[in-house]
């Protein structure tokens, strides 16, 4: 599964890798990035411009009673995504992506489990594919979003067994594109000459710890 990343990128960074058309500042750094909480997403809006939004991490689905069950929803399983109630409409018009500067995942070693942060080898942003949806409660409309992983590649494997599934950048568009009706082809692993991996601090499993500290190597 994904369940932390972070994002810490430049609005310039952003602008030239994604072709973003509203930025209007640098975007805030988030290097312990956690369900429930607003994270940015990029969307292709009517006139083809990629935009970034802000959108609650866990999908809520417009049919939902209410939006508790986000709490299960942080992941879609790219295998079992056209069958799931909760993502089969997303992923036909409702998809997104979710920049992300890296990744955490956790590798048990016997009774410890050792955080590592995983990135793009050649320092770009990675461009994790994902869903969103459009949730109407008591207290007005909530936009959300999921992660779509699946299973480790070569270069994953010794440390956890599923990923988050990364668009290449010649893929953006057509993810995006709602015109497009075969989007489940381009959900694949990435290579594994891509990702480049070290092991971080465990303060990284406390919510509350947010700070450049957390991506940086440990002994």
């Not at 909480?37 to 802000?54: F, G, T, Y």
């Amino acid at each position: 599964m994904c369940g932390r990343y972070a994002f810490a990128t430049s609005q310039k960074k952003l602008e030239k890798q994604f072709k973003v058309g509203n930025l209007k500042g640098e975007p805030p750094k988030n290097y312990n990035t956690a369900p429930t909480q607003a994270v940015p997403i990029l969307r292709m809006q009517e006139d083809k411009r990629c935009e970034l939004s802000l959108a609650h991490w866990g999908l809520v689905p417009f049919w939902a009673k209410d939006k508790k069950m986000a709490q299960y929803t942080i992941n879609a399983r790219a295998e079992t995504i056209r069958e799931k109630p909760s993502f089969r409409h997303c992923i036909r018009r409702q998809r997104c992506i979710v920049p992300a500067s890296g990744f955490f995942e956790w590798h048990t070693l016997g009774q410890l489990k050792q955080p590592h942060y995983i990135s793009m080898s050649d320092q770009s942003l990675m461009a994790m594919a994902g869903l969103w949806d459009k949730w109407e409660g008591p207290e007005g409309i909530l936009e959300s979003c999921t992660i779509i992983t699946t299973t480790a590649n070569s270069f994953m494997q010794p440390i956890h067994h599923r990923m988050p599934v990364f668009l290449n950048q010649q893929n953006y568009n057509s993810w995006l594109d709602t015109s497009n009706e075969h989007p489940d082809e381009l959900l694949r692993q990435p290579k594994s000459e891509y990702l480049q991996s070290w092991p971080v601090s465990s303060a990284v499993g406390n919510v509350r710890h947010n700070s450049p500290d957390l991506i940086a190597p440990v002994n």
